[in-house]
């Protein structure tokens, strides 16, 4: 499985953006948990959000759980991140990650990623 992540851009502080995961794999990729990661600059990567692989489970972190929502169609081969109300400190390159075995919050339990697709937040 490939992941290719897409829907990053340039937007104003208080809009919305939906990335997307896709998976180059349709056979397996709706046995995956998949999750979202971001990481701003000079921070450490930080979890965001996970789905588990038919869609009934997710958890957030904390923070961004008012603001994010994490969903999938597997039909399509596709995980979602719907951000509301974005700040400024959302910058960031915005990862997708799989793993086999179940949604977990640390990266480490995710071994395949995607290439990232950069969201800027302008004040």
């Known amino acids: 499985v490939q992941l290719q992540a897409s829907g990053g851009g340039l937007v104003q502080a208080g809009d919305s953006l939906r990335l997307a995961c896709a998976a180059s794999?349709?056979?397996?990729?709706?046995?995956?948990?998949v999750g979202w990661f971001r990481q701003a600059p000079g921070k450490e990567r930080e979890f965001l959000a996970t789905?588990?692989?038919?869609?009934?489970?997710?958890y957030y972190s904390h923070p961004e759980k008012a603001r994010f929502t994490i969903s999938r169609d597997n039909a399509k081969n596709t995980v979602y991140l719907q951000m509301n109300s974005l700040k400024s400190e959302d910058t960031a390159i915005y990862y997708c990650?799989?793993?086999?075995?179940?949604?977990?919050?640390?990266?480490?339990?995710?071994?395949?990623w995607g290439q990232g697709t950069l969201v800027t937040v302008s004040s």
């Open positions: 990650a799989a793993n086999y075995h179940g949604y977990y919050s640390d990266s480490a339990a995710y071994n395949i």
């Open positions: 794999s349709e056979r397996t990729y709706s046995r995956y948990a």
């Open positions: 789905i588990s692989w038919n869609g009934e489970s997710t």
